[in-house]
């Protein structure tokens, strides 16, 4: 075994040029192995976490429920929470208004409390909350946390606007998106609410968790969910899943995953291209060596086990060096696109770690794989090779020149005898 090494290091000193394409090769796949690993894993484990924040943390929503539903809901055991929200009324402005409230698991869900730059959300019965370019549009300029402002308000189209004093107790964040600028989000109290309503005439959507004991997955999510409104009495197109959120959170990445798989498996299949094609070349030239190496009693077992040997102490080299790296550009592109996303003005999400000691592990096994596929080939063909075969393949392969002495470059058997019989001749 000891041997076998020191035969396969001697050799990759020997071939240096071949031995260095080969490190660059699988250095090359290896770094972008690792990316790719170490991106999936990240934009896995990253959008699971932000998923709350970006749909919500319901399995679903029940649109326009009134008192009676509500109750019918609260009452069946599968639902282990449930968040209303609801329509507030109407409030005047040049753009489009939603005035909604919303209770504290409903706030929850949808993580509002990121939203708020300054403040809270509306406890008193006239508070209000809003983008500070809701404020602007409503002619309040540099509006701060318990200012007064006045707005036109009605509670339904059966009334005019009239004009109401609200306290602002928070300010939400801004945003760059044009399109959600045409429509404004503002948020009163539970208290304001029900102030304006009387019991029968509230409507809320509800949105809701279910419990440990449903099974529910992305597949069955509509039919179980559908179930449960059928029995409610609730109607089907008063249902909304949720399935963005429970795709990202039952079945995390399986599209990602997807993608990366194809990817992967044409990053290792043009690296066994490239890595084999190097090593036939180094295999073409150091043939006799091979071959004598055979002759000297070296089994084909042997042999395979030596190519093995020189492909792997190769890799050795790659294979660390690439993970390094491909970490290293892994944490920069990463890093790059959460600055992107500070700059657009989005909110602010769960920082996750690059950092993925699985990622770089089933990255180096690629990478080892990508080796170990490249040289199945080249070890059949050294383990086939004969001694006598070996010498025969030199010269066929080798210079037209080649064994030539330096007189006369062709001697034939029958001038040698007539040259001879001449000269016993004249010695006679």
Not at 144 to 149: E, Y
Not at 167 to 189: C, D, P
Not at 216 to 235: H, Q, S
Not at 364 to 382: C, N, S
């Amino acid at each position: 075994m000891k041997t076998i090494a020191r035969v396969a290091r001697c050799n990759n000193k020997k071939n240096q040029t071949r031995s260095i394409l080969i490190i660059l090769a699988i250095f090359l796949s290896t770094v972008l192995l690792t990316v790719i690993c170490s991106f999936a894993d990240w934009m896995i484990r990253s959008k699971k976490e932000n998923a709350a924040i970006d749909y919500g943390s319901q399995y679903g929503t029940f649109i326009s429920m009134d008192s009676n539903q509500l109750r019918e809901i609260q009452r069946h055991g599968e639902f282990s929470e449930i968040g209303l929200t609801a329509d507030a009324g109407f409030i005047r402005l040049d753009k489009s208004v939603s005035f909604m409230t919303m209770d504290e698991t409903a706030r929850r869900f949808a993580q509002l409390d990121l939203y708020f730059v300054d403040g809270t959300f509306p406890e008193a019965v006239n508070e209000i909350a809003a983008q500070k370019e809701f404020f602007e549009a409503a002619g309040y300029e540099q509006v701060q946390v318990g200012d007064i402002i006045q707005l036109q308000y009605r509670s339904d189209l059966k009334h005019k606007y009239e004009p109401m004093e609200f306290s602002v107790s928070g300010i939400l964040h801004s945003t760059a998106n044009e399109e959600a600028q045409k429509r404004f989000l503002a948020f009163t109290s539970q208290a304001f609410f029900e102030n304006q309503y009387e019991i029968e005439a509230r409507k809320y959507s509800v949105g809701f968790r279910l419990g440990e004991e449903v099974r529910i997955t992305t597949d069955n999510a509509e039919e179980v969910i559908g179930a449960l409104a059928k029995e409610c009495g609730i109607p089907k197109e008063r249902v909304s899943v949720n399935m963005i959120y429970l795709m990202l959170v039952l079945e995390a990445g399986v599209e990602t995953l997807s993608v990366c798989a194809v990817i992967i498996a044409a990053v290792i299949l043009f690296s066994v291209i490239i890595i084999y094609n190097i090593f036939q070349v180094g295999i073409v030239q150091n043939i006799r060596e091979y071959g004598k190496i055979r002759a000297l009693g070296a089994g084909k077992k042997q042999m395979r086990r030596l190519i093995l040997q020189e492909g792997l102490s190769l890799a050795g080299c790659g294979i660390p060096l690439g993970i390094a790296v491909g970490y290293i550009v892994s944490w920069g592109c990463i890093l790059w696109l959460t600055e992107q996303e500070k700059m657009i003005g989005s909110i602010e999400h769960i920082r996750i770690s690059v950092f993925s000691a699985p990622a770089l592990l089933l990255a180096a096994g690629f990478a080892l794989l990508t080796v170990l596929i490249a040289l199945r080939k080249p070890m059949k063909i050294v383990a086939s090779v004969s001694p006598v075969e070996a010498l025969r393949y030199i010269e066929s392969t080798g210079s037209s020149k080649a064994g030539y002495r330096k007189g006369r470059k062709s001697m034939s058997v029958w001038a040698l005898t007539a040259a001879n019989i001449a000269a016993n001749k004249n010695v006679r």
